[in-house]
């Protein structure tokens, strides 16, 4: 239940054609305290229940639950999320061994494409792609709990 994963800007959209699938994502957080965010989740027609708990210090690892609902439960939980849901595209794309998840973000933070991608240890090596920009990976601004309350659009 430990979530490894490092997080990068993306200076292109070259992923979009290695992508094998892509899926609207809404979500919304009825918590966003950085000990312990609880994240709804709408991915195409499936709901999900996320517990984060804090980040290591460099961001790389953290505990993570998650539980599957229904569509409804999603969208009855969404009315009693804080203000600002986050709409995205996530595109896979899968480099070797590792998937890689490119968020295209819509709405408020239009303009902003994160990629992550999970890893088994914290030393793990992968193959990064040309498309891959600037690592993020524990910069909190990115978070997306962050996003739904700082939303890209206001950052000047």
């Not at 229940?49 to 290591?56: D, F, M, Q």
């Not at 600002?84 to 239009?110: A, C, M, P, T, W």
Request: net charge neutral; proline share 2%.
């Amino acid at each position: 239940m430990i979530e490894i994963e490092r997080k990068f800007l993306v200076k292109s959209e070259d992923f979009k054609t290695e992508s094998h699938k892509h899926t609207r994502i809404i979500q919304g957080f009825l918590n966003t305290n950085p000990e312990r965010t609880v994240r709804v989740r709408l991915k195409g027609d499936k709901g999900y229940l996320t517990v984060k708990g804090k980040s290591t210090n460099d961001g790389l690892s953290r505990f993570e639950w998650e539980k599957e609902i229904s569509k409804l439960d999603a969208e009855a939980l969404f009315k009693l999320c804080e203000k600002g849901l986050i709409d995205k595209i996530r595109y896979e794309v899968k480099i070797r061994q590792h998937v890689f998840e490119v968020d295209v973000f819509s709405e408020e933070n239009q303009g902003l494409i994160i990629a992550e991608v999970e890893l088994s240890h914290e030393e793990e090596t992968f193959e990064k792609p040309n498309w891959l920009g600037q690592e993020v990976t524990g910069d909190k601004r990115y978070y997306n709990s962050q996003l739904s309350r700082h939303p890209f659009k206001n950052w000047v």
